[in-house]
Structure formats: C-alpha cells, structure tokens
C-alpha cells in the first residue's frame, strides 16, 4: 500500500506541475446523485494550485497529505 500512495502523491506533484487533471475513463455511467458533479471522464488542463491525497489502510493507518504550488495561497486574493 505505502508504494501506491508514494505514486499517488507523484502523480499529484505531476498534476500541479503540468496543469492536467488526470480523467478517469472507466467512468461511464455515474450515479444519479452525481449528475450536478462535474467529473472528470477525460484528461483535462488547468492551473492547479493544490490537491489532496487520501489513503486508507489496514489497522487504521488513515493519512491525508496536502500538496501544493509554491506560494499559491500567498497568490490567492481571498486569503489576502
């Protein structure tokens, strides 16, 4: 498990760096609650600047990291 959330996290840093929100393909029919979602089936570009990486493991190993862009809540209006 700990090298699944390792590529997680890279994959993550990936996404910030390059502006791509990886698509999820196998996603073919949502649920009926999900349709006011904006989810996202294909790759998709845009400014990223933080994500949040969930892992849940046996025992209760239970970890959340956040990633983020350098100086990107400095960059942000609202926390001005």
Do not use: H
Request: hydrophobic share 35%; aromatic share 4%; proline share 5%.
């Amino acid at each position: 498990l700990s090298m699944s959330v390792a590529l997680q996290a890279a994959i993550g840093c990936m996404s910030i760096a390059n502006g791509i929100i990886p698509g999820n393909p196998g996603l073919t029919r949502p649920i009926e609650e999900a349709s006011e979602l904006d989810l996202v089936t294909r790759p998709r570009t845009k400014e990223i600047g933080s994500i949040l990486s969930s892992s849940s493991g046996f025992g209760g190993s239970n970890v959340s990291i956040l990633l983020g862009r350098s100086g990107w809540i400095r960059d942000r209006r609202e926390y001005d």
